[in-house]
């Protein structure tokens, strides 16, 4: 059965911490893997990794996939109290038809 | 803001009842998905359409049912509404044309309470 199984569940911070979600994956097909991010309501997209970019960066967040370990991380670094939120993973899986599966998410809770 | 809309924003209704969910894609996406977040299932699959066409099924139940239409706006319709229906239902469009970096953009979704 395909599953996306993210950790941990939920974590509290102090600001200017940093913090590593991880994302693990046993799916067929295997596309790509997304990070997003919800808040108060729809996920709003952060990365993409496939195979042939296996790393992306933008500000403080920072994401690595690896492959052989089936696995992802997402990295936060000097944690602000807006990262606040449900962290989503999910997986394309769906060969031409781009299905997603998500996992249940870690939620984020950045103290000031 | 994503370019997805949907509406409408809320939506309270009685079992037994029928609603209809409406979603708007992003200028030139060709595909739309559904989704259901619910407390205890996370974000699951229902069904994906691409240019009015349907192309994949997820989770959905028979008592539900969408469509496509020559705009490219869809619409989800669920029938015979129970209380575990009551969830957030999310459309999502992308582009779709096979690229592996295809992406899904979400709306701001439709909470859907069943009394």
């Known amino acids: 059965e395909d599953k996306v199984v993210q950790s941990p569940l939920s974590l509290v911070v102090h600001e200017g911490d940093t913090v590593t979600l991880n994302c693990s994956y046993e799916?067929?097909?295997?596309?790509?893997l997304l990070w997003y991010k919800q808040e108060k309501k729809a996920p709003t997209f952060l990365f993409m990794l496939?195979?042939?970019?296996i790393e992306k960066k933008s500000g403080r967040l920072s994401s690595i996939l690896d492959k052989k370990e089936l696995s992802s991380i997402l990295n936060i670094t000097a944690t602000q109290t807006g990262d606040s939120a449900i962290y989503l993973c999910?997986?394309?899986?769906?060969?031409?038809?781009?299905?997603?599966?998500f996992g249940t998410g870690t939620l984020l809770a950045v103290q000031p | 803001d994503s370019g997805v809309t949907q509406t409408p924003k809320h939506l309270i209704t009685a079992t037994g009842q029928r609603v209809t969910l409406r979603c708007s894609p992003r200028s030139g996406d060709l595909s739309v998905y559904w989704y259901q977040q619910s407390l205890d299932q996370g974000l699951q699959f229902l069904i994906q359409?691409?240019?009015?066409?349907?192309?994949a099924k997820g989770n959905i139940l028979e008592r539900f049912s969408a469509q496509q239409f020559p705009d490219l706006h869809s619409e989800l319709n669920l029938s015979s509404l129970e209380l575990g229906d009551s969830a957030l239902y999310f459309c999502a469009s992308s582009v779709a044309r096979g690229q592996v970096t295809d992406t899904q953009y979400f709306g701001p979704g439709t909470r859907l309470t069943v009394l």
């Open positions: 999910a997986v394309n899986y769906g060969g031409a038809t781009n299905k997603l599966i």
């Open positions: 496939t195979s042939s970019g």
């Open positions: 359409y691409y240019n009015g066409e349907e192309r």
């Open positions: 799916v067929t097909n295997f596309r790509s």
